[in-house]
């Protein structure tokens, strides 16, 4: 039986459960499960509901799964789950065991969460959605993975991502292609797809991606959710399948700013097994939830980076929405600075980023800790043994052609160095909190197309924090009908993550931008 197949028969398993106790409920008259909304539902709807005794972790895990067996490979098939956690339903139970005894709720008590692929989680096969992986199953979790488990967090999921996290249309030789739930003509972003389809789809309460260049602020501009890429070194990467130490990050991906910053909460923070992390030793604030101010953008500086919109007619819908953002921003109390500065993102992928060039010697490095029996344990292995998506052929072959030692990988870390330099000093000049500008200046692009005209590269070659939030939606068209979602980003300064998420909250509390897909209503 394929991968799939099983994930499927265990799909349908946990909806007939899920049918099973709704109608057992009813006979019954007991609450859980009676009185509560699972659409949209935040991390305090849950919990608020948990004390009152109408919904609990292993219902909620009943009725998300239910959602994935309508949605995800029948009706709509987004095709963003990779693998099922077939422990999920009992490490929910326990969850509930465990509050019935102590009447304490941990910060993500019974919170289903989605987690992309390439996070290491115990049990569980993790394969970067390549095939040449398939059947490796981790015996330990990334940390992060540990850190949401720790918090009680109920794994319900895997993700598919664009395969390695290698580029931006979440497409994968083990799960396939990924659709964008509001319009299923396109993709849903990427690389981390899989998690912005199913969160936006409301398959789980929260997700988790990584980001090398755009990867968590991609899906969550294309799927009107809140991807937040931390500061270069507040969240561990260890145990995360690597494409380049020097830039990945990981982070959550919500359909809240609140949500986002809870989550935050639990994955930040020192791991010995990356030192990068120590940097964010005494740059933790207790909580980032203290930052969620409805009047957060009264009397903020925001910088609109003015080179990082588009001006052709492709670029026209996008435009639109941001120009609307900021006239939000601006009656919401905000001073708007505009930016004429020119910086290039498609020079900065193509000059400055290090992606490709570390791809090759990061991803070894984690190779060569696999298991004999995994098969391939080094890029050239991989290539090879031919189980990979052609589409990342040429990403791949390219890498193992670059030099991580030559004088042009030494001119693009130099690169990074001026443009940390060149952003701090943009903004030190304008006196602005943060930069903002769409993370994409066109829509995400349609099934089969490269992704294009991303804006996530300043942040990411950079390290610097940012975050994404639902900005509004194009005009409706017959294959999005509600429209195809629009991202604002904003980037700040190191460890100004505050910053951000009190700007991104009070964003989105005077617009409510966010909307749910009409593809997946509702059972």
């Avoid at 910086?343 to 290090?354: G, P, T, Y």
Wanted: aromatic share 6%.
């Amino acid at each position: 039986m394929t991968l799939r197949k099983k994930a499927l028969v265990l799909v349908c398993c946990a909806a007939a459960l899920a049918c099973a106790n709704l109608h057992a409920n009813a006979a019954t008259g007991t609450q859980a499960g009676t009185s509560f909304k699972l659409e949209e539902a935040t991390i305090a709807d849950i919990h608020a509901a948990m004390k009152a005794g109408k919904i609990t972790s292993a219902e909620l895990v009943r009725q998300y799964l239910a959602r994935i067996d309508a949605y995800d490979q029948k009706g709509p098939k987004l095709n963003s789950i990779i693998l099922l956690n077939p422990q999920a339903m009992r490490d929910a139970q326990a969850l509930d065991a465990e509050f019935k005894k102590t009447h304490h709720l941990r910060p993500l008590h019974g919170i289903p969460v989605l987690l992309k692929d390439n996070v290491e989680t115990a049990g569980l096969q993790t394969t970067a959605g390549s095939l040449s992986l398939k059947g490796y199953v981790p015996q330990n979790d990334a940390f992060i993975a540990k850190k949401l488990k720790e918090a009680g967090a109920v794994v319900i999921a895997k993700t598919n991502l664009h395969e390695f996290a290698v580029w931006g249309e979440t497409v994968s030789s083990l799960g396939g292609q990924t659709l964008n739930p509001y319009d299923l003509t396109r993709t849903p972003g990427g690389s981390s797809g899989g998690t912005g389809a199913a969160v936006a789809a409301n398959f789980g309460t929260v997700g988790i991606g990584t980001d090398t260049i755009n990867s968590i602020r991609s899906p969550s501009s294309a799927n009107s959710l809140v991807g937040i890429r931390p500061t270069k070194g507040l969240v561990s990467i260890a145990g995360i399948v690597p494409y380049s130490y020097t830039q990945d990050e990981a982070g959550p991906i919500t359909r809240t700013v609140t949500d986002a910053a809870k989550v935050l909460d639990v994955v930040a923070g020192y791991d010995p097994k990356d030192a990068v992390t120590a940097g964010s030793v005494g740059n933790q604030p207790k909580t980032y939830t203290a930052f969620l101010d409805a009047n957060g953008l009264k009397g903020a500086r925001i910088g609109v980076l003015k080179s990082f919109f588009g001006n052709g007619p492709e670029h026209t819908e996008t435009n639109r929405v941001i120009d609307q953002a900021i006239e939000s921003m601006r009656k919401a109390g905000a001073t708007i600075v505009p930016i004429e500065e020119p910086i290039d993102a498609n020079e900065l992928v193509n000059k400055v980023s290090v992606h490709l060039y570390d791809l090759e010697k990061d991803l070894d490095s984690y190779l060569r800790t696999l298991p004999a029996d995994v098969g391939v344990h080094s890029l050239k292995e991989i290539i090879a043994s031919g189980k990979y998506h052609k589409g990342i052929e040429a990403n791949i072959k390219n890498a193992v052609a670059l030099d991580a030692n030559s004088v042009e990988y030494k001119s693009r870390l130099i690169g990074r160095t001026d443009l940390q330099t060149k952003i701090l000093k943009i903004m030190a000049d304008n006196k602005v909190d943060v930069v903002m500008f769409p993370h994409q200046k066109r829509l995400v692009v349609p099934v089969g197309e490269t992704q294009v005209e991303r804006n996530g590269v300043l942040g990411a070659v950079s390290g610097f924090p940012s975050i994404v939030v639902p900005a509004g939606f194009s005009t409706p068209t017959a294959t999005a009908p509600v429209g195809v979602p629009v991202g604002m980003e904003m980037l700040g300064r190191p460890y100004s993550e505050p910053m951000l998420i009190k700007l991104g909250y009070g964003f989105e509390q005077h617009t409510h931008a966010r909307k749910v897909p009409a593809s997946t209503p509702a059972l």
